[in-house]
């Protein structure tokens, strides 16, 4: 089952523009992950968030956490044709042993030139 | 230094077959996930293998294998397959399988099942 959900699912936006992604879950998390996959080929780890974080930065990415609402948002900056992809959320549930990541829906970027 | 490789990359079987996929991680990396994406169910949590040991598995149907060897390349296997198991099937590594520690995903099989 999924322990995220993505809001948008799709988002289209201009070069230059911002991009806003929201991802909300449903237990209690050791941390939070954010990928991108492009056109249905692996995914590339963007950012992690622990749990005791409430934002992070890395480039043009900005990650927030907010445990009380279980939910986490990322901010792409200035964005380029080339970050059209699929965005996912994935947490690390409290309790789960090892690695084991539980992903949600995933957002549609589209970015037009 | 090498990423995650997976082979094949594409697979095509007809129902009742079984298959193996492999998975050779990142050198020196101990640790191996599988997931399975779909388009109805998104990307679900196989198994996760760590030293030739399966430490977490989720929820599928006994169908669903795997192993891990001595160098830490993984496989999986799906027996008596069925249409519903068409998918991109993911394999990620990370160094020593611990917490807050980056997963590196391969660029997956996908595997269509006729």
């Known amino acids: 089952s999924q322990q995220g959900e993505e809001d948008p699912q799709a988002l289209s936006i201009q070069e230059g523009e911002n991009a806003t992604m929201n991802c909300s879950y449903k237990t209690s998390i050791n941390n939070l992950q954010w990928y991108r996959q492009n056109s249905g080929r692996g995914l590339v780890h963007l950012i992690l968030i622990r749990s005791n974080e409430r934002e992070k930065h890395s480039g043009r990415l900005r990650v927030t956490l907010d445990t009380s609402k279980k939910s986490s948002s990322l901010l792409i900056t200035a964005s380029r044709a080339a970050d059209t992809a699929s965005y996912f959320c994935?947490?690390?549930?409290?309790?789960?042993?090892?690695?084991?990541?539980?992903f949600g829906g995933g957002t549609r970027l589209m970015v037009k030139p | 230094k090498a990423g995650v490789t997976q082979t094949p990359r594409y697979l095509i079987k007809t129902r009742g077959q079984q298959v193996t996929l492999s998975c050779s991680p990142i050198?020196?990396?101990?640790?191996v996930s599988w997931y399975q994406q779909t388009p109805g169910q998104g990307l679900q949590f196989l198994f996760e293998y760590f030293s030739e040991t399966q430490r977490n598995k989720g929820n599928f149907p006994g169908r669903f294998s795997g192993r891990q060897f001595s160098n830490s390349r993984s496989e999986m296997n799906v027996s008596t397959l069925e249409l519903g198991d068409s998918a991109l099937y993911l394999c990620a590594s990370s160094l020593a399988g611990v917490r807050q520690e980056t997963q590196y995903f391969g660029p997956g099989t996908r595997l269509l099942v006729l």
């Open positions: 050198s020196g990396h101990r640790s």
């Open positions: 994935a947490t690390d549930v409290l309790g789960n042993a090892g690695n084991m990541l539980t």
